[in-house]
């Protein structure tokens, strides 16, 4: 036995209570895996069936988009290298991003040369395939700097959890890990879609149909997928956000208890620390959390009150460390390591500064259209169809490829017939639907935070910068009710039709699916 | 019995598109220079000649496409040689009566026996040209005119003979899809892929019948 080891369990004997703090922690354990088990137990067969599926279809996704070519990965891979080799979060600073492994890789691959021109495909014959693999073999370090980008204002959580991938990888070929972490996104989108699956469970209990219809819709769909097929970011933030809502609906069902307290604060607190978008969901769930909190009053004030503060104090303490950590101990440039600031610098380059009524515009005008007292315009096309939807659709790669102009014309004719049938749907389903209206108003303002975050962020990254910020992925914190909005458009054709409508919107799902990979890969490979 | 008949249906439309997809027939590319035509990057007097160090010429490369200006002027005629190290001739092609724009010049492979490792284009007669593709500072990598070094690459887009469907160019892109990957990946891949796809559209079709029938 080590010394420590001997300390410990010397220092666990002399003094009772460590003693029984070491028998209790066990046991605490044991109750915590068992609970898990059985919530994991409940699971219906066939919302297994759909996190394997999804998890498979994300896997694939994975294999066929060359390295690196997921928006970001290279900077969202740099952070996670970082961290695994040095076992510190980036310092951040104007230094080198990536390590030499990776930024030789980078330059090998062409990588430069491809993202955003279309007509470049990067490696395609062997001759290139052998001169890529003898330059990798110099085998420069994989220990970075760790300097600023994109990514490294960002909370640890995600990049954390793939250390484990990249550890785990019987080599290290910078390649072989990336393929190992891009499966651990790819279980994260299955866990996502299984989110889902049972967020519609617990919505529409008497219809099973509509649960595998909702979650498989999310698992073929193909922005979703890109994301998922790489090392980024989002997918824990599609992963806590999902199970946010989840969690919400279902303690809205069941009613706030302690322990729906520490799972619906854990994943709050998951969210916070896997990427600073999901701060943009707190004031609606901390609105949802007070609902919560006033329906159990009546079975006992003392106890709501105590479930109530459990969920707080679980979701916060932990962003609560991080933050204290970024500024005693790490010195990351504040709380939030400099991203918050990042986020809502109003300042411009030019001089300027971004008003409060230009944020408000930009934010209605990116979602809505423009209203007659409105003075500035931002777009040249409504965001609505041209970002959303068409990005939704598939703007894929480093948002260099897409396809034919006809699929987003006619995506948009086929969301109007959806959107009708979905009203149908919502009008059919109304008493269950307002009999949630609570919780359901909670969610809209967790929506109107996310958009006003993504205005808010929008408007200053494009005048300061002339470049676009928006991208449809960042409306992806909201996937459940893509799988809503799919459920409710195929009730709405009524009880007898509806599962066979459901049945060919998932085969479209697929279809999508199916020709955004064939897309991708004359893109890459044609 | 609904759901089995929509399923059936729906399936039977998406097979039907991807086997129209799949034999579209159009120009498949055999790699580039990895340059991209994004400014005029190399001027070449009448008469002179341009040349630059490059990568391996793919066998299958049929066809070089360039873009090339002229300020209004017919495209004079072209030679475009692809030499290995010894100077040896792999590869040339010739462009006549061209416009300008980006103009396609069929190659005639000569020798297989060493690779390329420069592409040269000379400019017969007395008209300017000017090629397409990306500045970059004066280096090893960098264009010779007239054996002057110029801070630019220009841009090679190599495609493969005439016109081929999906289907032809399956055996390509197998091998294509298991490059610059992880060493696990190989011309396996691809058919492990479409396998793997096709289980996971049995099974959810599968489910999708089991649910919600």
């Known amino acids: 036995m080590s010394g420590v080891g001997r300390g410990l369990v010397a220092s666990a004997d002399i003094t009772g209570r460590a003693t029984g703090e070491t028998s209790v922690a066990p046991s605490r354990l044991r109750r915590v895996w068992r609970t898990t088990r059985a919530a994991i137990s409940q699971v219906p067969r066939a919302g297994c069936a759909c996190f394997v599926i999804a998890f498979l279809n994300a896997a694939i996704w994975g294999i066929v988009v060359p390295p690196f070519q997921v928006p970001d990965e290279i900077t969202h891979f740099g952070y996670a290298q970082y961290l695994a080799e040095t076992g510190k979060l980036p310092p951040q600073g104007p230094v080198a991003q990536y390590s030499a492994q990776e930024q030789q890789t980078l330059g090998n691959l062409d990588f430069f040369s491809v993202i955003g021109h279309a007509q470049m495909h990067g490696i395609l014959t062997n001759a290139e395939d052998k001169a890529f693999r003898a330059a990798q073999g110099t085998e420069p370090s994989p220990i970075g700097a760790g300097g600023t980008s994109s990514s490294t204002n960002q909370p640890p959580l995600y990049y954390a959890l793939e250390t484990i991938p990249y550890w785990l990888s019987p080599s290290s070929n910078i390649l072989t890990r990336l393929a190992l972490m891009r499966l651990l996104s790819a279980l994260m989108a299955a866990g996502t879609v299984l989110a889902i699956f049972m967020f519609l469970r617990e919505l529409l209990p008497r219809t099973p149909w509509c649960w595998t219809t909702g979650a498989l819709v999310v698992a073929f769909q193909p922005t979703f997928n890109f994301i998922a097929a790489g090392v980024q970011g989002d997918n824990l933030l599609f992963l806590t956000s999902a199970l946010t809502f989840l969690l919400l609906l279902r303690t809205y069902r069941r009613g706030l208890t302690p322990g729906r307290g520490v799972a619906l604060g854990a994943v709050v607190a998951a969210g916070t620390l896997s990427k600073l978008t999901y701060i943009s969901l707190v004031p609606g769930i901390a609105l949802a959390v007070a609902l919560l909190m006033l329906r159990a009053m009546p079975a006992g004030r003392r106890s709501a009150f105590k479930a109530a503060a459990v969920t707080v104090s679980v979701a916060i303490v932990p962003f609560l460390i991080y933050a204290a950590l970024n500024m005693v101990v790490w010195h990351r440039g504040g709380p939030t390591a400099g991203g918050i600031a990042a986020a809502t610098n109003s300042a411009l380059p030019s001089g300027g500064t971004i008003t409060m009524n230009e944020t408000l515009d930009y934010t209605w005008e990116l979602f809505l259209p423009k209203l007659w007292f409105m003075n500035h315009v931002y777009f040249l096309q409504y965001p609505l169809w041209h970002v959303w939807l068409d990005g939704s659709i598939g703007h894929f790669g480093w948002l260099d490829y897409s396809f034919p102009a006809w699929v987003y014309a006619d995506g948009q004719d086929l969301v109007y017939v959806l959107a009708a049938l979905a009203l149908v749907g919502l009008v059919r389903l109304r008493t269950r639907i307002f009999s949630m209206f609570p919780i359901f108003f909670c969610f809209g303002v967790m929506a109107v935070g996310l958009f006003g975050a993504i205005g808010y962020a929008g408007i200053r990254y494009r005048l300061s910068t002339g470049f676009a910020f928006e991208q449809a992925r960042y409306l992806f914190p909201l996937a459940v009710f893509y799988g809503l909005f799919v459920v409710l458009a195929a009730r709405g054709v009524g009880r007898r039709w509806a599962p066979a409508l459901g049945a060919v919107l998932v085969v479209l799902a697929m279809a999508h699916g199916l020709f955004a990979e064939t897309l991708t890969i004359s893109r890459y490979y044609g | ?213």
């Open chain 2, 1 to 213: 019995m609904r759901v089995r008949v929509a399923l059936a249906i729906a399936l039977s439309v998406v097979a039907g598109v991807l086997v129209v997809d799949m034999s579209g027939r159009a120009p498949r590319t055999a790699g580039s220079d990895h340059v991209s035509a994004l400014i005029f990057a190399a001027a070449i007097p009448g008469d002179g000649t341009l040349c630059q160090a490059m990568g391996a010429l793919s066998a299958d490369a049929a066809r070089v496409q360039m873009v090339i200006g002229t300020y209004g002027r017919p495209v004079p005629p072209l030679v475009i040689r692809f030499e290995a190290e010894n100077a040896e001739l792999v590869a040339r092609g010739l462009l006549t009566g061209a416009r300008e724009g980006p103009v396609t010049i069929p190659l005639t492979h000569i020798s297989a026996a060493r690779p390329s490792t420069r592409a040269c284009i000379h400019v017969n007669g007395n008209t300017k040209v000017v090629i397409g593709g990306e500045g970059v500072p004066v280096s090893a990598g960098a264009e010779l005119v007239n054996g002057r070094q110029r801070p630019g690459r220009i841009s090679l887009l190599y495609f493969r003979s005439g016109n081929e469907s999906w289907w032809q160019l399956l055996p390509t892109l197998s091998t294509r899809f298991g490059l610059a990957k992880t060493p696990i990946f190989g011309d396996w891949t691809l058919p492990f892929v479409a396998l793997m796809l096709l289980g996971v559209w049995m099974g959810t079709v599968r489910l999708l019948l089991r649910e919600l029938s």
